[in-house]
């Protein structure tokens, strides 16, 4: 039996014979996520670039509630743990 440590297990396809991309997204773990971007307007209404989609504040990601937006980093629930990712300056 495999022990995929608590990741993707590698075997697992990310194609379906259809050819649509499966996606494991209950399985994301917080180093997984990958903040892009922010866009932030002066009426509040944020929106951050996580993973290649665009999330507002009570979005989803995998098990991750998007609770907080602001201008250099996004904050997230599971449950009663708050995890934050700050933007990085100049780049990635």
Do not use: C, W
């Amino acid at each position: 039996m495999y022990d995929d440590h608590g990741k993707r297990d590698p075997f697992v396809p990310l194609v379906s014979s259809a050819g649509m991309v499966v996606t494991y997204d209950e399985d994301l773990s917080v180093n997984d996520l990958v903040l892009e971007g922010i866009v932030a307007d002066a009426s509040g209404n944020n929106a951050a670039i996580v993973n290649g989609k665009v999330v507002k504040v009570h979005d989803q990601i995998g098990p991750y509630v998007v609770d907080t937006i602001a201008i250099d980093r996004v904050e997230f629930l599971k449950g009663a743990d708050r995890f934050i990712l700050k933007l990085r300056k100049g780049g990635m």
